[in-house]
C-alpha cells in the first residue's frame, strides 16, 4: 500500500492556511489594544496562511484519496506542524521566549493539557493571552475534525483522519457521514462555548475574561488569564458555573446532541454515563468530607472547593482555585489516581476514559464467573449490546501501553528532576497529569506551580508525553513499528 505524498501534503497545506487564518483573531485585537507585537503577529499570519496556500496550489492535482496509513501520518504531522506555527506568537514577544519553551506552551494549549512555563501571567500581551485560549479551544474537539467539518476537499479521506486522530473504543457518530457528524460536532462545540461566555459575562467577568475562560472551559484545557487561576475569581457563583460547564464537557457529544434532540433514553441507556455520574458524586462525597474534616472553611466552601477540583481534574480540564494537596496528605494521593480516569469518551477530556476503565472492571468480574463456570458462553454487555473482542483487546492493550509509558516517563523524568524536592512524587505526578492531558501535577510542581523550572530535557520530555496522551497512544506509537512503513502490508 502505497503512502500518498501529495495528498497528505494538500491536507496540511489546509491546516496551515486555517492555523493561520485564527491567529488573525488575536492579531486584530493587538491592533486594537496598540500592543507592540501587533505588527510581528500580522506577518506571521500572513506568511502562514501564504504558505498553506502555495504548498496546496502545488499539490491541488494530487488524487483526492487517503488510505489508513496516510490517515496516521497527517494527524501527526497536523499536530507537529500546528505546534511549531502556533510557538511563533510567543517567540515575537518582548519578554525572552526559548525555542523550546514556546514549543512546551504550544503542545500544552493545542493538546488541552494547560501545563504552562509563564510565571506571570499579567505580563502576557492580552492578544497572546487570546492566542492561548484559542489553541486550547481549536486543540479541545480535534485539528482533523474542525478541517473535515470546514473543508469538503478531504472527501473520502474524512474517515481515516477521523478515526486515526479520535481512536477510542467506542465509534458513536451522530450522523452516518463523517462530514455531517464533524460539522454538528462543532456546531454543539461552537453553541456551548457562545453560552459559557455570555453567561460568565453576566456574572462579573470582563469580557475578554468570559471569552479566554468560555474557550478553555468547553475544551477542557485549564489555560487562564490569571495566575491564580479561577481561584481570582473568589465568587460561588461563576465556581458553580464552570463545575456544572466543565461536567457538561466531559460528556460524550453525541450523547450530548441525542438530549437536544429529545432522545433521552439513549443517554440513561449509556452505561458509560451513568458510571461517569456516580463517580464524580462518589469522588465529590469523599473529598468534601476530607475537606471539611482538614481544613477551616465550613460545608458548603468544603462542597464547592471539593467539586470544583474534581470535576475538573476528572474531566482533564485542570482549573485550580487553591492547594488542594495541602488539605491531607490522602488528598494529594487521590487527586494523584484522579489524573489516571478522564471523562468520556466521545469528549473534549483527555486520560484513560471512563467507558474503558467501565468495559475492564466488567471484564474482571466475569473473569470470575467464568472461572466458576467453564464451559458456559458469558458475554461482556455495554449499552446492553454484546462488546467486540476486537474491543476488549484494544481496552487490555490501550492500559498495559499506557502504563508502560507512564512508567518509563516516570523513571525518565525521576533522572531528569534527581535534585528537587521528592523527585519520585513529582515525576508521577508530572507524568501522569502530561499523560492525561489534565495540567495539574502534585509534589515540587503542585497545582498552583508552573512548569517553568523543569530543565530543557524534561520539556522535551513531557511535551512528547502530551502528544502521546493526545492522540490516544495508537496513533502516534503506530508510526514507530517497522510494518507501518513496508508497502506490501
Not at 464537557?249 to 450530548?256: E, F, M, R
Not at 461482556?380 to 474491543?391: E, F, H, N, T, Y
Not at 512508567?407 to 523524568?413: A, K, L, Q, Y
Request: some cysteine.
Amino acid at each position: 500500500m502505497n503512502i500518498h505524498l501529495n495528498t497528505i501534503f494538500r491536507v496540511i497545506a489546509v491546516i496551515i492556511a486555517f492555523v493561520g487564518m485564527i491567529m488573525l483573531l488575536p492579531t486584530i485585537v493587538a491592533f486594537y489594544l496598540k500592543e507592540s507585537i501587533a505588527p510581528e503577529l500580522l506577518i506571521t499570519c500572513v506568511i502562514t496562511m501564504l504558505s498553506g496556500a502555495g504548498i496546496f496550489k502545488l499539490t491541488k492535482r494530487s488524487p483526492n484519496q487517503l488510505s489508513k496509513r496516510d490517515g496516521y501520518i497527517i494527524v501527526v504531522l497536523a499536530w507537529l506542524v500546528t505546534t511549531i506555527v502556533s510557538a511563533f506568537p510567543y517567540l515575537l514577544m518582548d519578554i525572552n521566549v526559548q525555542v523550546i519553551d514556546a514549543v512546551f506552551e504550544s503542545i500544552s494549549g493545542l493538546t488541552t493539557t494547560g501545563a504552562t512555563i509563564f510565571s506571570d501571567l499579567s505580563q502576557l500581551p492580552h492578544s497572546i493571552l487570546l492566542w492561548r485560549s484559542f489553541t486550547q479551544w481549536i486543540g479541545g474537539m480535534g485539528i482533523i475534525v474542525l478541517t473535515i467539518a470546514i473543508f469538503p476537499l478531504l472527501g473520502v479521506g474524512g474517515v481515516e483522519l477521523f478515526t486515526a486522530e479520535s481512536p477510542g473504543p467506542t465509534s458513536n457518530k451522530i450522523h452516518p457521514r463523517i462530514k455531517e457528524t464533524a460539522k454538528r460536532l462543532w456546531l454543539l462545540y461552537v453553541s456551548i462555548t457562545f453560552i459559557l461566555m455570555c453567561i460568565l459575562y453576566l456574572e462579573g467577568m470582563t469580557a475578554f475574561d468570559a471569552v479566554n475562560h468560555g474557550l478553555t472551559t468547553i475544551a477542557t484545557g485549564g489555560f487562564s488569564t490569571k495566575n491564580q487561576s479561577i481561584g481570582y475569581y473568589d465568587t460561588p457563583l461563576i465556581q458553580y458555573t464552570l463545575i456544572i460547564f466543565m461536567f457538561i464537557a466531559g460528556i460524550n457529544y453525541s450523547l450530548i446532541y441525542a438530549s437536544i434532540k429529545g432522545k433521552f433514553n439513549k443517554v440513561l441507556r449509556s452505561d458509560e454515563f451513568k458510571t461517569y455520574v456516580l463517580f464524580v458524586v462518589f469522588c465529590i462525597l469523599f473529598m468534601t468530607m476530607v475537606c471539611y474534616c482538614y481544613t477551616d472553611g465550613n460545608m458548603e466552601s468544603s462542597f464547592r472547593e471539593s467539586a470544583f477540583h474534581v470535576v475538573s481534574i476528572i474531566t482533564t480540564t485542570g482549573y485550580v482555585t487553591t492547594d488542594y494537596t495541602l488539605w491531607h496528605s490522602v488528598s494529594a494521593f487521590f487527586f494523584l489516581g484522579l489524573l489516571f480516569s478522564g471523562a468520556c469518551a466521545g469528549s473534549t477530556s483527555g486520560g484513560i476514559k471512563i467507558v474503558r476503565h467501565l468495559v475492564f472492571a466488567k471484564n474482571s468480574v466475569l473473569e470470575f464467573k467464568r472461572l466458576l463456570h467453564p464451559n458456559a458462553l458469558i458475554r461482556l454487555r455495554l449499552d446492553k449490546s454484546v462488546v467486540a473482542p476486537k474491543i476488549m483487546t484494544h481496552v487490555l492493550t490501550f492500559l498495559l501501553i499506557y502504563l508502560f509509558v507512564f512508567f518509563v516517563g516516570m523513571i525518565t523524568m525521576t533522572f531528569i528532576l534527581d535534585d528537587f524536592d521528592n523527585p519520585l512524587l513529582t515525576s508521577a505526578g508530572i507524568v501522569a497529569t502530561c499523560l492525561g492531558n489534565v495540567g495539574p501535577a502534585v509534589g515540587s510542581i503542585g497545582p498552583l506551580d508552573t512548569f517553568s523550572t523543569i530543565p530543557d530535557s524534561g520539556k522535551i520530555v513531557t511535551a512528547f508525553i502530551m502528544l502521546i496522551g493526545r492522540l490516544e497512544l495508537f496513533s502516534i506509537l503506530v508510526l514507530f513499528t517497522p510494518y507501518f512503513w513496508r508497502t506490501n502490508s
